[in-house]
């Protein structure tokens, strides 16, 4: 009995220092709420700190708040003004804030130190054209007092410039004049420079936009969508390329057709719809003290409540990089991010009108490093023969030096008139030989096949550290516009087989996807089940009842603009569905989203907006709640329904 209990003791203590695999992004990164009064709507559309420290927040329905403590549960919050139309942006200089509202840039100045705005001063005004969609950002104030804003494009079933200067960023004085910068922007939301003072902002899946992504911004550029070129025409336009310029070609990418108009800049990184995010926002230098990571930008996304990292070079004289998953788990769409004191990064969200993962209508919360440094790739440089990773602890070499332990694709977006795009010529790349270096922080993979101007799905799933740890995020997505060591003579311009065609629906062929109503079925089926998608990631129907045993036909309608499927699971499993979709990555456009997993019970096809899909099967026989839920990446989280089995 006393050797059972020495081995037990020791096999206890030998577990205590066995190495884990399950690193937490909580491990790493704390997020905690800021309490918010319970009359104060706080649907943040800017946030900006003043030389007080404390944090003001404008609120899409037209107020600012100064809060008091924004560190301390204890916060203070007052309103410093109201009467404004929706401010996305905010900052603060000289003693006055600055915002863009829907048709002015606005200066706010305390003149009597009340804590109230006294003065509203209209900087510089523009049109509208009482489009909901004409959305204005900003303002970024540069070193000489001037200051940049960004201006949406209205939505008339596309993106469309209604009112002058729509779709365009401007720089306005102090004194109000304004100079025109650059056009081709649809819903420009995310607005920032990088560590070395260049421009970036960031851009939202539409039409022209294959999916999210962030460009570097210069006087005279033209990022994408035709309609802000209307115009370039007038006075003062640093562009001459106009609309009728610009053609449509269905086969065509972004980084193509740049090669044949050179006023186009294609973007420096993607964000791969869905895999990375859906609705990019705000662009944040992470500072010192916040972990390995200094220097590099921050990203957040509205759709889908989370932080993304990404890492920026420049090769032959333009930025590319890579963009990694970073922290998710916020409490509503996070739309603008904020430093304060102490190396805390305030996070800004608003959910209303547009869906998020995060359920709360409004929230202000903040991010803070523990002190632990995460197993993460630290950054990805592009080589001529591949790329080199560079990781934020020391490999083990055995796994690092492995080829089999990454798995990298390359595909891209068409440039087309259409709303987003799927993933084009999809191809798999091999990795012929790994060189890791003596410290064990890089390792340097030869890729076969390297194509520029694509996007490189790099996925590093079998290496770790010396500890015997898993990466935190072994996935990332590096945008490929150079290739060191090529002048683009050698750029592969061929066209190759699309995983799926960004225009039609996948037919999906499974067992569980039967299409025709089976032969065996001679009066019918017994119920038709009809269900749609409405904006917000939801279905229209939240319950369906359904006899157990029965024949049933179901009708899934997608009038919606996102791509939505319809998968139903055994009882409480719609996560873990919605879990396994997510992990397919690039792979799961071709399998319709839909994991291979005994969880499954039936599902349609991945609908594409204003499409639909029939299928026919069985009830099931035991009595139960079954869940029906959209497995489009980050959609499990909102878009469910309950099938209920009854007797």
């Given amino acids: 009995m006393k050797n059972t209990i020495k081995l037990f003791a020791l096999f206890v203590a030998l577990v205590g220092f066995l190495p884990t695999n399950a690193q937490k992004e909580s491990d790493y990164y704390k997020i905690t709420s800021v309490p918010i009064p319970e009359d104060v709507v706080l649907e943040v559309g800017g946030l900006a700190f003043n030389e007080k420290g404390q944090l003001a927040a404008t609120t899409r329905r037209g107020e600012v708040w100064v809060i008091d403590n924004p560190e301390s549960n204890n916060a203070k919050f007052t309103r410093y003004a109201s009467g404004l139309h929706e401010p996305l942006g905010l900052a603060y200089k000289d003693g006055s804030y600055f915002l863009a509202q829907r048709g002015e840039l606005t200066k706010l100045t305390d003149v009597n130190g009340d804590g109230r705005a006294d003065n509203y001063e209209t900087i510089y005004n523009w049109p509208l054209a009482a489009n909901y969609h004409e959305y204005a950002y900003g303002p970024l104030i540069l070193e000489d007092g001037n200051m940049l804003i960004n201006l949406n494009l209205g939505w008339i079933g596309r993106g469309a410039s209604l009112s002058k200067w729509s779709g365009w960023m401007l720089m306005v004085s102090p004194e109000g004049e304004m100079t025109p910068i650059a056009t081709g922007m649809r819903s420009p939301a995310g607005l920032g420079r990088n560590a070395a003072g260049d421009i970036f902002y960031t851009e939202n899946q539409g039409d022209w936009v294959g999916s999210g992504r962030m460009t570097h911004v210069e006087k005279g550029d033209f990022v994408g969508h035709p309609e802000g070129l209307k115009w370039s025409g007038e006075a003062g336009s640093p562009l001459t390329v106009s609309m009728e310029d610009i053609t449509d070609d269905e086969e065509t990418t972004l980084y193509e057709y740049a090669k044949t108009q050179p006023a186009l800049k294609p973007p420096s990184v993607w964000f791969p ?52 998953p970073f922290v998710e788990g916020f409490a509503s769409g996070l739309l603008r991010l904020e430093w304060g004191p102490n190396n805390t990064l305030y996070a800004g969200q608003t959910n209303r009108g547009w869906a998020s993962t995060g359920k709360s209508p409004y ?21 001529e023969d591949g790329f080199e990773i560079e990781f934020t602890q020391p490999v083990d070499r055995r ?22 795009s799927e993933a084009i010529r999809v191809e798999e790349r091999t990795v012929s030989k790994v060189k890791v270096s003596q410290d064990g922080m890089k390792a340097h993979l030869s890729v076969e096949g390297m194509r520029e101007g694509y996007i490189y799905e790099i996925k590093v799933p079998g290496v770790k550290n010396t500890q015997g740890q898993s990466l935190l995020h072994n996935f990332g997505y590096y945008t490929l516009n150079n290739i060191p060591g090529r002048d683009g003579a050698a750029m592969d311009h061929s066209h190759h087989t699309s995983a799926a065609n960004a225009d039609e629906n996948v037919d999906l062929k499974s067992p569980k996807r039967i299409t025709e109503m089976p032969g065996s079925w001679l009066d019918g089926p017994d119920q038709t089940v009809e269900i749609g998608t409405i904006a917000g990631m939801k279905f229209d129907t939240e ?24 998968v139903i699971t055994k009882p409480r499993s719609a996560t873990e569905v919605g879990n396994l979709a997510l992990e397919l990555g690039l792979k799961g456009q071709s399998k319709g989203y839909v994991p291979d997993s005994d969880l499954v019970l039936a599902h349609t096809t991945l609908l594409r907006p204003n499409s639909g899909d029939v299928i026919y099967f069985i009830a099931p026989s035991e009595l139960g709640d079954y869940e029906f839920v959209c497995t489009f990446p980050a959609h499990a989280a909102t878009m469910r329904g309950i099938l209920k089995v009854v007797k």
């Fill in 543 to 566: 319950e369906v009842t359904v006899k157990a045993g029965t024949k049933i036909k179901l009708e899934l309608n997608n009038p919606d603009d996102m791509m939505h499927n319809l």
């Fill in 273 to 324: 719809h869905t895999l990375m995010g859906i609705s990019t926002s705000a662009i944040s230098v992470i500072p010192d003290n916040f972990g390995p990571f200094t220097g590099q930008l921050f990203v957040g996304d509205q759709g889908h409540s989370k932080i993304m990292r990404v890492f920026q070079e420049k090769v032959n004289g333009a930025y590319q990089g890579i963009c990694f």
């Fill in 363 to 383: 929230a202000l919360q903040r991010l803070n490093w523990t002190g632990r440094t995460p197993f993460e790739m630290k950054a990805v440089r592009a080589k």
């Fill in 399 to 420: 796994t690092a030096a492995n080829p089999d332990s990454y798995e990298i694709s390359d595909f891209n977006y068409k440039y087309h008139h259409f709303y987003g």
